[in-house]
């Protein structure tokens, strides 16, 4: 791959694999407000009015900006059975088509995704609840995470295109979960 594709092939995925890492922390939050709700719910019975909607406004970002690393490290759901049959020279050119299509995708529904995610910051949407916490930064995780997606598939087909058929990457996200450690 030239120095100019692989500099910002390689910013791209750092980028990814930082904020999939900051993400994964968000479960250090959610956790114990989960925990903390369950105490207060059925030991004291008094459940409180902002921890289950704190967790489920975490759980979108926590799911949305693990994402595009996750597409790295190839740990999205496909069909491994029929990929891992092929010849490396048929992973290279399913891969080859898979990846502009996951571009036109996140393309769409990111088209589609600004415009709300925009309104929800010009009229400071509010979730409406009893607790009623500002709920348009989570609305608009979902835009970011869609730009981050297109250009970590972008990144990853740039990968495709320079790497020879025999070089290519095998489909194991298994060894690849020592990397998804935070």
Not at 25 to 36: F, I, R
Not at 167 to 174: K, N, T, Y
Request: hydrophobic share 55%.
């Amino acid at each position: 791959m030239p120095a100019w594709l692989r500099v910002p092939v390689a910013a791209i995925t750092g980028l990814n694999r930082t904020l999939f890492r900051i993400a994964v922390w968000l479960m250090a939050v959610v956790v114990p407000v989960m925990v903390y709700e369950v105490v207060c719910r059925y030991l004291f019975n008094a459940p409180t009015v902002w921890a289950m909607e704190l967790a489920v406004l975490l759980f979108g970002p926590y799911f949305l900006l693990g994402g595009p690393y996750l597409l790295h490290l190839r740990g999205h759901v496909a069909l491994d059975l029929v990929h891992a049959r092929l010849s490396p020279r048929w992973r290279r050119r399913v891969d080859l088509l898979n990846y502009p299509v996951i571009v036109a995708f996140c393309a769409i529904l990111l088209y589609y995704s600004v415009p709300p995610a925009l309104n929800a910051f010009a009229y400071r949407e509010t979730s409406f609840s009893a607790w009623n916490p500002p709920i348009w930064p989570f609305k608009a995780a979902v835009p970011v995470a869609l730009l981050l997606m297109l250009l970590q598939a972008l990144a990853e087909f740039v990968r495709t295109c320079f790497e020879t058929p025999e070089a290519a990457r095998q489909a194991q996200p298994v060894a690849d979960a020592q990397e998804v450690r935070p």
